[in-house]
């Protein structure tokens, strides 16, 4: 079994500690995986800052929600789909669109199923989308600015995603209910 150090503000490395109080200051609490990453200050200085711009971007937290919950599933991260279903269910998205994105199918609403679908295609083609992909999304309402951004969304969901992946945090107390693993 893999054990990584979970740090908090009191015993992260001294280049963390910004990043983790940051991160304490949008959530309330430093999330586990955060803890983790904590090990590395270029890794969770990395994802500080992406995070950041991110949710300083153009798409709603509703919207960034659906795209991170998709990613999640997609890197098959137990942890974040537990994290980001609680987070998406916040932001207004229903119960059964969260429940789609968590068996891989798409949500109802024509924009947050164009943004599933491109997140999904991102992933599981490598950032190799058709002209079929792209069209779909902007003929769902999205700009160019929207599909380029995305990448950015799917950048800050695999550092997260893959850090899961390879230190296995514990899911805090509050989202133990959306506990998540591959089906």
């Keep these: 079994m893999r054990s990584f150090t979970i740090y908090t503000l009191e015993n992260a ?3 963390s500690k910004p990043a983790l109080s940051d991160l304490k200051e949008a959530f309330g609490f430093i999330p586990n995986v955060a803890g983790a990453m904590a090990g590395s ?3 969770l200085t990395c994802l500080a800052q992406l995070f950041k711009n991110v949710h300083d971007g153009s798409f709603s937290e509703r919207q960034i929600q659906v795209l991170l919950l998709t990613n999640a599933v ?3 991260a137990d942890w974040a789909v537990g994290f980001h279903s609680f987070l998406a269910l916040g932001q207004g998205v229903s119960v ?3 429940d789609a994105i968590r068996t891989g199918k798409r949500p109802s609403t024509q ?3 164009a943004l599933s ?3 999904q295609a991102l992933i599981s083609q490598r950032g190799r989308l058709d002209e079929e992909d792209v069209r779909n999304f902007l003929e769902a309402g ?3 600015r929207h599909l380029l951004e995305v990448i950015a969304v799917i950048a800050a969901s695999t550092i997260t995603n893959y850090t899961v ?3 296995r945090p514990p899911l805090e107390p509050p989202f133990d209910r959306h506990t998540w693993t591959r089906g």
Aim: glycine content about 4%; proline content about 8%; overall charge negative.
């Design 13 to 15: 490395p001294e280049a």
């Design 41 to 43: 200050p270029v890794l």
């Design 74 to 76: 997609a890197n098959a």
């Design 96 to 98: 059964s669109d969260v």
């Design 111 to 113: 924009g947050d199923a």
């Design 117 to 119: 679908r491109l997140a």
């Design 142 to 144: 999205f700009d160019q």
């Design 165 to 167: 992946n390879v230190t």
